[in-house]
């Protein structure tokens, strides 16, 4: 395991003997690593934590009244399975993921989450969107696992799949798992090509059908980037994702 | 400007333009009426080169050179503008970029530098005023949650941004209120020159009140069945379309 910290805003940072992060005051993380090695990370108290993670493993866990907005990046890996899975242990609780991957070549990416509600009246929001190039492959499995005494639970996954090409295989298994009353969780998954009445639409104003694409393509990945808050990083990650659409 | 001689468009075999003549000159409004499936949107379509229509017959001249020859692109270059009767929203690009790509793409094409970042604002300022188009809008992405109206307004505002030779505006009063109707109308005819013309595509006279044509073509089976000037939207308000078909069919 490796790990970068960016931004100034960290105050706090304990590792444990688990090699563990727990953060107790706003935070920004780049964790970054292609080594399959999991990272733990325990949230308390704090709301506004922010974690980019570049593919690697890791398990968050959040305590009463905590919050985290993950983004979840993956890129440029040959063969990568990045596996989360989060624990809401406390009541109140918000989690936000946005994620975004881009399969290019033969790339064989996997991403595999899970998010345990086990406490009532928390919230989970997670946009997982991927793109397929070439003859890549991408698999995304989601699972929301709302456990006895968890009423109250707010939980919303939502997936959107890009198929750049023919070649490009998506599988998405978007999944439920409900034993508690009183929850609201919805979940929705669409693979499509680029829109057909988008491209026209910008081609008539003018923009040849290469740029229009791209656009198209960049107003996908938007969403995600642009939530980044932490300004560096996220111009990084702009930049080298602005790279591959450019090689598209 | 626009020459359009024994036109014939279908799609998946299905023909709906069945020889359509119309000219267009510079500082001319024609407007097209006719009823439900009688071609009209499939015109503007196959004018602005949407390629699921297929031209089987006949040629188009615009500005000296065969327009069904260019692609999509090249027509907008050209200084055709396609009012979009459902405009398309399109999610993570922004009305500013969007715009100032479409404008430097003409731009270029047209020899030009591109526009520098204040006159592109001044510009956005400007014509944003023409439509009373709110711009907290134009922060946003392209037609993105935008009200019926927002859209429309956003149409002519674009129109307004691109100075197109020649717009067509396909049922651009669908979906609007008297309101929305008459400040869409007043875009319209403020952007109006006498280097410019506009083809306006419409269901109803009450959009003619605002934008006086020129000229009123009825569209009926793929076919302009009657060419008239201005009075003619009125008979029709008046008359429905009925009595012309008959004539036409009994002829």
Same mark, same amino acid.
């Given at each position: 395991m490796s790990s970068v910290i960016s931004g100034s805003t960290i105050?706090?940072?304990?590792?444990?003997?688990?090699?563990?992060?727990?953060?107790?005051?706003?935070? !920004?993380?780049?964790?970054?690593?292609?080594?399959?090695?999991?990272?733990?990370?325990?949230?308390?108290? #704090?709301?506004?934590?922010?974690?980019? /993670?570049?593919?690697?493993? !890791?398990?968050?866990?959040?305590?009463? #009244?905590?919050?985290?907005?993950?983004?979840?990046?993956?890129?440029?890996y040959k063969v990568s399975n990045t596996i989360?899975?989060?624990?809401?242990?406390?009541?109140?609780? /918000?989690?936000?993921?946005?994620?975004?991957?881009?399969?290019?070549?033969? /790339?064989?990416i996997g991403i595999y989450s899970t998010v345990h509600h086990t406490m009532p009246n928390s919230q989970s929001y997670q946009y997982i969107k991927c793109i397929g190039t070439d003859s890549s492959t991408t698999t995304f499995e989601g699972k929301v696992h709302i456990l006895k005494g968890?009423?109250?639970?707010?939980?919303?996954?939502?997936?959107?799949?890009?198929?750049?090409? /023919?070649?490009?295989?998506i599988l998405a298994r978007p999944?439920?798992?409900?034993?508690? #009353?009183?929850?609201? !969780?919805?979940?929705?998954?669409?693979?499509g090509m680029l829109s057909e009445d988008e491209i026209f639409y910008m081609r008539q104003r003018g923009i040849p059908l290469k740029s229009a694409q791209k656009l198209q393509i960049e107003g996908f990945i938007l969403g995600v980037t642009q939530k980044i808050s932490n300004e560096s990083l996220r111009e990084k990650i702009s930049k080298i994702i602005f790279k591959i659409i450019e090689k598209l | 400007m626009l020459y359009i001689n024994n036109l014939h468009a279908s799609i998946e075999e299905r023909e709906i333009l069945k020889g359509i003549n119309l000219t267009v000159n510079k500082g001319e409004v024609h407007a097209i009426m006719g009823p439900n499936g009688s071609g009209k949107s499939t015109l503007a379509s196959v004018l602005a080169g949407k390629e699921k229509f297929t031209v089987t017959e006949g040629t188009v001249i615009f500005e000296s050179q065969n327009l069904l020859d260019m692609p999509i692109e090249k027509r907008a270059h050209e200084?055709?503008?396609?009012?979009?009767? +459902?405009?398309?929203?399109?999610?993570?690009?922004?009305?500013?970029?969007?715009?100032?790509?479409?404008?430097?793409?003409?731009?270029? +094409?047209?020899? *030009?530098?591109?526009?520098?970042?204040?006159?592109?604002?001044?510009?956005?300022?400007?014509?944003?005023?023409?439509?009373?188009?709110?711009?907290?809008?134009?922060?946003?992405?392209?037609?993105?949650?935008?009200?019926?109206?927002?859209?429309k307004r956003n149409e002519i505002f674009q129109m307004a941004m691109l100075n197109p030779k020649l717009s067509i505006l396909d049922e651009t009063d669908s979906g609007l209120d008297i309101d929305a109707l008459r400040v869409?109308?007043?875009?319209?005819?403020?952007?109006?020159?006498?280097?410019?013309?506009?083809?306006?595509?419409?269901?109803?006279?009450?959009?003619?009140?605002?934008?006086?044509?020129?000229?009123?073509?009825?569209? +009926?089976?793929?076919?302009?069945?009657?060419?008239?000037?201005?009075?003619?939207?009125?008979?029709?308000?008046?008359?429905? +379309?009925?009595?012309?078909?008959?004539?036409? *069919?009994? *002829?």
């Open positions: 105050k706090t940072l304990q590792i444990d003997a688990k090699n563990s992060f727990e953060i107790s005051q706003d935070g !920004c993380y780049q964790l970054a690593g292609t080594n399959n090695k999991k990272i733990d990370i325990y949230i308390t108290k #704090d709301k506004n934590v922010e974690i980019v /993670d570049l593919s690697i493993d !890791c398990s968050i866990h959040l305590h009463l #009244d905590s919050g985290v907005n993950l983004k979840m990046i993956s890129l440029k989360y899975e989060v624990f809401i242990n406390g009541a109140g609780v /918000d989690f936000n993921l946005d994620s975004i991957s881009i399969a290019q070549a033969d /790339d064989n968890a009423g109250g639970t707010n939980a919303y996954q939502q997936n959107k799949n890009l198929m750049l090409s /023919d070649e490009a295989t999944w439920l798992e409900v034993y508690a #009353d009183d929850v609201k !969780c919805s979940h929705g998954s669409t693979t | 200084g055709l503008f396609l009012g979009f009767q +459902y405009p398309v929203e399109i999610p993570g690009v922004s009305m500013a970029n969007f715009l100032k790509s479409a404008i430097n793409e003409q731009r270029t +094409y047209r020899g *030009e530098a591109p526009i520098s970042a204040s006159d592109f604002l001044k510009k956005m300022r400007e014509k944003s005023a023409i439509v009373d188009i709110d711009p907290k809008l134009i922060s946003r992405s392209v037609n993105e949650g935008f009200s019926g109206g927002e859209k869409v109308a007043n875009g319209v005819t403020h952007l109006k020159s006498s280097d410019n013309a506009t083809i306006v595509i419409t269901h109803y006279q009450r959009l003619l009140d605002y934008i006086v044509p020129d000229f009123v073509h009825v569209l +009926y089976n793929g076919r302009i069945i009657r060419s008239a000037g201005k009075e003619l939207a009125l008979e029709l308000e008046e008359r429905g +379309y009925d009595w012309l078909i008959k004539e036409c *069919e009994n *002829e």
